[in-house]
Structures are given as structure tokens and as C-alpha cells.
């Protein structure tokens, strides 16, 4: 039976460029795989394929037990993603952008601002919640994005590089609430250009170059393949 994240020869071409050649993945419910590879190398188009922002123009996928070619909409409503670029909305407080987000996805104005009220908590950001989000440090930003990705407790996970950019005691503090939600039973499919940090958070790890899985394993698998390099 497929895991929580399944795809199988998924192609995707821009003109003359094959970003993705035949892209298969399996992630079982519950673990964390990580996508490892340099800029250009077919991540980002992964995730944009099996969170519905791109039709892949073959292959299969489902996500969450769902179809993502026939039934894009219910996949929607079964996933999270945070992207690359921090998507908050800067004259928004923090809390602003939190209960927003809960009210897009028909929370009671109650329910969403109990869970806002959560999130800015485990996001360390409950001393700023008030304040417009421009005024945040990228890590604040980013911290912010994520707990946004997060309103609806979404059963599976995608985080496209989510701490490209940050300094080192932002990134522990976002790989701490990251194991934090694995640990709750959600499925994430994380990108990263760090073989560091997919080592810290993944049980398995894909690594993708011209739009192709060309390895597959755990870090100690890897490491031993390519002589601890």
C-alpha cells in the first residue's frame, strides 16, 4: 500500500527544459523524507506538483490517500506547505495573519483565534503577536509562515526549504518545533539543499539532480555510499 506521499514517473517540462524526469517517491505515514539537492535540481517542482500549484504533464501521485490529478481540491483541504519565500501578510499582526488563515478554512472566528493563540505559543512569537509583521526579523517571518502552514493540523507536510537564509539558532529552533510535529504523527516531505539538516530531521533522504531521483536511503546509507563524503 502507498505511503502518505506517493509519486510515480512524474514528468514536467518548461520549453525545452525536463525539470522533473520521472520522479518516484513513497513516504510512509508518520516519517519525515527529506529532498536533498543543489539549486535547479527539480525540488521545488516536486512539491508544486503534489500540492496541485502544478499539473504534471505525466506520472501519477496521491497525497493523503487522495488522487492529486482528479481530486486537487480535497488534497488542498489534507495538506500544509510552506514555501520558500515567507507568504504573511506585512501590515498584519501576527495574530492577524494566524486567524485569517483559520478563517480561509471556515474556522469559527473562536476557533480561530484559540488557534492562533496555540501557534504563536509553540512559535516563540506570543511577545510580538501584536505587532504588524513587517516589523519581524526573517526568523520571526519565517516561524510565522510555518505556523500558518499549520492552522488546520494538516495530516501531511511540505516545507520547501524552510530554513534557507536564517542563522543558526533559528534554524534549531525551527528543526525543534519540526520534530515536534513528526512526533504528533503528521508526514512531511521537506526540501534542502543541507545534507546537515535533511541528516537532523529525515528518516530517509531522496537526492535529486536534472530532475531525477539519482539516490535513495538513510544518511547512514548515503554516507556510505559515497565514502563519507
Known sequence: MPGAIYAEGLVKTF???KALDGVDL????GTVLGLLGP????KTTTVRCLTTLLRPDSGRAVVAGIDVLKHPD???RSVGLSGQFAAVDEYLTGRENLQMVGQLYQ??????????????EQFHLTDAADRPAKTYSGGMRRRLDLAAALVVSPPVMFMDEPTTGLDPRNRQQLWEVIKQLVSGGTTLLLTTQYLEEADHLAHDICVVDQGRVIARG????????????
Open 15 to 17: 520549453g525545452d527544459v
Open 26 to 29: 513513497d513516504v510512509p505515514e
Open 39 to 42: 539549486n535547479g535540481a527539480g
Open 74 to 76: 480535497a488534497v488542498r
Open 107 to 120: 474556522m469559527r472566528a473562536k476557533a480561530a483565534k484559540e488557534r492562533a493563540a496555540e501557534l504563536l
Open 218 to 229: 538513510t544518511s547512514d546509507q548515503l554516507k556510505a555510499q559515497t565514502g563519507g563524503e
